[in-house]
């Protein structure tokens, strides 16, 4: 079992059950954080003193107040935390319920498990936590059951292309003769727009701005 976690959690309900459910798997050091440079200045201390994390627990969204952050979200902190010990196990604990963004945490931040926000949480955080000493990763069964080929897009050149040039701005309506100047096929609207409309299905999309958004986050575009 892990000797040492670490809990960043900006709500207080939440970050002691947290911690009550890490006590009561006898895990024998435990503390929590209410921002994001408070747990990265915990890790580099508790690092350079030689007593290192074993785990941390991180929520992804953390709400601004009066004091300034340079760590603004649970993904910053990972990525931070990471470059000071790549070894640091990582579970996020969150309200965030789109399996295609979860699933890329896995493979753009190598997390080790992703516990949903729930009726079943505190049992799922558990199952998380045993699961990942055991070195294997940990998903929220109600999310992994959506995680399916079904539910999964492979981005093609030609639909980065169309994306990008929304991104840059570029009108709907602009797009085909773009396409066509560029020599890429198909160039047709219809053939844009459908491609466009089974992408945003797939991935749960309503609006091109979401699924630019999206694009962007992952670093696709």
Same mark, same amino acid.
């Given at each position: 079992?892990?000797?040492?976690? #670490?809990?960043?959690? =900006?709500?207080?309900?939440?970050?002691?059950?947290?911690?009550?459910?890490?006590? =009561?798997?006898?895990?024998?050091?435990?503390?929590?954080?209410?921002?994001? !440079?408070?747990?990265?200045?915990?890790?580099?201390?508790?690092?350079?003193?030689?007593?290192?994390? !074993?785990? #941390?627990?991180?929520? #992804?969204?953390?709400?601004?107040?009066?004091?300034?952050?340079?760590?603004?979200?649970?993904?910053?902190?990972?990525?931070?935390?990471?470059?000071?010990?790549?070894?640091?196990?990582?579970?996020?604990?969150?309200?965030?319920?789109?399996?295609? @963004?979860?699933?890329?945490?896995?493979?753009?931040?190598?997390?080790?498990?992703?516990?949903?926000?729930?009726?079943? !949480?505190?049992?799922?955080?558990?199952?998380?936590?045993?699961? +990942?000493?055991?070195?294997?990763?940990?998903?929220?069964?109600? +999310?992994?059951?959506? +995680?399916?080929?079904?539910?999964?897009?492979?981005?093609?050149?030609?639909?980065?292309?169309?994306?990008?040039? @929304?991104?840059?701005?570029?009108? @709907?309506?602009? +797009?085909?003769?773009?396409?066509?100047?560029?020599?890429?096929?198909?160039?047709?609207?219809?053939?844009?727009?459908?491609?466009?409309?089974?992408?945003?299905?797939?991935?749960?999309?309503?609006?091109?701005?979401?699924?630019?958004?999206?694009?962007?986050?992952?670093?696709?575009?």
């Amino acid at each position: 079992m892990f000797e040492k976690v #670490l809990i960043a959690e =900006d709500h207080q309900t939440s970050s002691r059950a947290v911690a009550k459910t890490i006590q =009561d798997l006898a895990i024998p050091v435990f503390d929590y954080v209410y921002y994001c !440079d408070d747990a990265y200045t915990r890790i580099k201390k508790e690092l350079a003193a030689g007593k290192p994390y !074993d785990l #941390l627990i991180t929520d #992804l969204s953390f709400i601004e107040d009066h004091r300034l952050q340079h760590l603004k979200s649970g993904i910053d902190l990972i990525k931070a935390a990471r470059e000071l010990q790549p070894s640091l196990k990582v579970i996020i604990f969150s309200v965030e319920g789109r399996p295609v @963004l979860i699933k890329s945490f896995f493979s753009t931040l190598q997390i080790n498990g992703f516990v949903q926000k729930g009726r079943l !949480d505190a049992i799922e955080l558990e199952q998380a936590v045993r699961t +990942i000493v055991k070195g294997q990763t940990f998903i929220s069964p109600r +999310i992994k059951e959506q +995680i399916s080929p079904s539910n999964s897009h492979q981005f093609t050149n030609y639909d980065l292309t169309v994306i990008s040039l @929304l991104a840059a701005g570029m009108q @709907l309506k602009e +797009i085909p003769a773009k396409l066509s100047e560029l020599r890429i096929t198909p160039n047709g609207m219809s053939s844009m727009e459908k491609r466009l409309n089974h992408i945003k299905t797939v991935l749960n999309f309503k609006k091109n701005e979401q699924l630019i958004a999206f694009c962007k986050d992952m670093g696709i575009i």
